[in-house]
């Protein structure tokens, strides 16, 4: 009776107007209900890759990653059958999700019971459904007939949830499905900007509002927070898709590379000039151009900018002639324009034009939630480049992950967690996998910082009994540099522009609290 209410569910949810996200955590649900699974999930086949677009029983962060077929042999099996497969107890092949369990993160080899289901829709394989059990035999007398139903209804609803979000998204070009619907993952998963927390989902809404329009956008929030995905989002759900979207780092060029960069100049108009170049603006006609920390431009070149932005007019460097492009702009900046524009160094006529449409994109501290699928996603990604094994983040090192305030975002989440791969790799010793500990987090910046982070835009606590009046002094310095340099990848200049130091002054005070030699 189980097995016929399960199927019953699963078709009348193939009928139900929901989202994509709440169908396929419906098809778990349902299949819970007759198949006596400790931990399941739902993978989209992306050419050589399987994506988890749903999971249940397992740690978080697996929805960050992504599972090659040529590393994991039993999903690699399971795509390659024609009808769903049951893994003996003995299978030698590993299992992707050991150590995953989220009723026993720590356990390494105790699932004892594995099954798997290709998802065929119309002959092609579009997804995989695993199940996995630590009871020996829990899906022995399970009908072979019963999951091929099954299989052929999960792939239904991935076809359904595909095409109602494809439907819904493309309704204005008069009902033009997605060419491809089973290989449009990026939609599903955010256009690379992971996550599930309320910020960043209605960061995606305004994503999706924008990119239809034609609109000058401006990208506001601290380093790291990942403004450049954001642009690319942009871009890639806009008419100009097709078109290609150009960036320039106003920051990394002085005045004169920059006005070059992006208006080009004519052969010998300066030292140095041996032949004609294109600047950003004329390559980007018809398409876009991002242009990142737009608040580090001198006010010439801003007038420049506004020039092309009002009138699409651009005139190479030497030239008298002047030439228009057709560009969208979007710009990013970690500052404070309206100050800057009060303080003199940026223009208001162009702040004003730039700010048609800001989006502002959230710390990471806003989404803390987020940290676990962010971190098995830089875990994967650091596991990858170091050429390593398997990868598992203990509960406890990511419960350190969350009550650390990550003032430099989510990059500085990405460069803890791949020292911490690098680190967990160094100590291991014939282990199945690779754990990531709290003590491979908290060398960084020390314990006491992940414990009790102090903001680095307030004041410190009053001193502790233990410390000096001095000491206290000293080591809340360190922890402001060290933030500082965190959030600008330990470049010690832009460090010191942050901190409203000289350079030189920095260099001398961190040698002075031992942080330089």
């Known amino acids: 009776m189980d097995k016929l209410h399960t199927l019953s569910a699963i078709a009348n949810d193939l009928t139900e107007v929901m989202s994509a996200e709440d169908r396929y955590q419906r098809l778990l649900d349902a299949l819970r209900r007759a198949i006596p699974y400790d931990a399941a999930t739902l993978l989209r086949v992306e050419a050589d890759k399987l994506i988890p677009i749903a999971a249940k029983g397992l740690t978080p962060d697996v929805m960050g990653r992504v599972y090659l077929r ?119 998963r955010g256009w690379d900007i992971l ?40 871009h890639r759900h806009s008419n100009r898709r097709d078109k290609a979207m150009l960036y320039l780092n106003c920051a990394a060029l002085p005045d004169s590379l920059a006005e070059s960069e992006l208006f080009g100049h004519v052969k010998g108009s300066f030292t140095g000039a041996s032949n004609d170049r294109a600047g950003k603006f004329e390559l980007a006609d018809g398409g876009t151009l991002f242009l990142d920390e737009i608040g580090e431009l001198s006010r010439e070149i801003q007038a420049k900018i506004l020039r092309v932005i009002q009138e699409g007019e651009i005139q190479r460097i030497g030239s008298e002639k002047m030439m228009h492009a057709d560009v969208r702009l979007l710009a990013a900046t970690n500052r404070n324009l309206e100050t800057e524009v009060q303080a003199g160094r940026f223009r208001a006529d162009l702040y004003h034009r730039l700010n048609v449409y800001p989006i502002k994109v959230p710390a990471l501290r806003e989404r803390k939630e987020d940290i676990a699928i962010l971190a098995g996603f830089f875990a994967e990604r650091a596991q990858t480049q170091l050429g390593l094994g398997e990868i598992r983040i203990s ?17 500085e989440l990405e460069n803890i967690l791949s020292r911490a791969v690098l680190k967990a790799s160094q100590r291991s010793q014939g282990e199945d996998y ?76 961190a040698t002075r609290l031992g942080m330089r030699r």
């Not at 910046?445 to 606590?461: H, K, M």
């Open 434 to 509: 690779l754990r990531i500990l709290p003590e491979h987090l908290a060398g960084d910046l020390g314990s006491a910082l992940y414990v009790r982070p102090a903001p680095a835009c307030e004041p410190p606590a009053a001193p502790r009994q233990n410390l000096s009046f001095r000491e206290e002094v000293k080591s809340f310095q360190i922890q402001l540099i060290q933030a500082a340099l965190d959030r600008n990848e330990g470049n010690w200049a832009a460090a010191a522009r942050e901190l409203d130091m000289h350079r030189s002054n920095l260099h001398n005070l």
């Open 70 to 188: 040529s590393e994991h042999p039993r999903l690699e099996l399971i795509c390659q059958s024609d009808t769903p497969i049951l893994f003996p107890a003995d299978s030698p092949l590993p299992d992707p999700f050991d150590g995953m369990l989220a009723s026993d993160p720590e356990a390494l080899q105790h699932i004892h019971a594995c099954l798997g289901c290709p998802l065929h829709v119309n002959g092609n394989l579009v997804g995989v459904l695993t199940a996995d059990s630590v009871t020996v035999g829990a899906f022995d007398r399970l009908p072979k007939q019963y999951l091929q139903t099954i299989g052929s209804m999960a792939g239904a609803q991935l076809q359904v949830a595909d095409l109602l979000k494809a439907l819904e998204e493309k309704a204005e070009r008069q009902g033009q499905i997605a060419s491809d619907l089973m290989q449009d993952v990026a939609l599903q």
């Open 395 to 411: 509960e406890a090192a990511l419960q350190l992950l969350g009550r650390y305030n990550w003032p430099g975002n989510v990059r």
């Open 195 to 234: 996550g599930k927390s309320p910020v960043i989902e209605k960061l995606r809404q305004e994503i999706e509002l924008v990119a239809k329009s034609d609109y000058t956008i401006l990208v506001l929030g601290e380093t790291g927070v990942g403004k450049e995905l954001v642009t690319r989002a942009i």
